[in-house]
């Protein structure tokens, strides 16, 4: 009974976790601009990086759904999630720079350590079997 239990809610997760990368995949689409605008001046072709890492974010959320892709998907996308903490960095020194509303900031500084923790999430749900 216990077993069923774990699969169920590791299912529920990785259903999470894919509407998750699904939903931000789509943004990158809907409103590129606005990724567009924190991709680091070191990094090479803004328009490209955010067309394909919301490439990757859509077929890496749906990977995890499929359990033959599954594990080949968590590993892509825990090395999207590494690949664009820069742009989470890069849009907090924008908005510290620009003096962006003060409530703002605590978001910011907090998406920072949610970054690994989105990791280790992924790592969790898509690839530890406990």
Do not use: C
């Amino acid at each position: 009974m216990r077993a069923g239990r774990a699969d169920l809610t590791r299912v529920q997760a990785l259903r999470v976790i894919a509407l998750m990368f699904v939903v931000a995949g789509l943004a990158h689409f809907v409103v590129p601009h606005t990724f567009e605008r924190i991709v680091p001046s070191w990094v090479p072709n803004p328009k490209a990086v955010v067309f394909w890492s919301g490439i990757a974010e859509i077929a890496g959320a749906i990977g995890l759904l499929v359990p033959a892709t599954r594990v080949y998907a968590a590993w892509g996308l825990i090395a999207l999630l590494v690949s664009v903490f820069p742009a989470n960095v890069q849009m907090l020194l924008e908005a510290r720079a620009r003096d962006t509303a003060l409530w703002w900031q605590p978001a910011l500084w907090i998406r920072l350590p949610m970054q690994p923790l989105l990791i280790w999430f992924v790592w969790r749900s898509a690839i530890h079997i406990p």
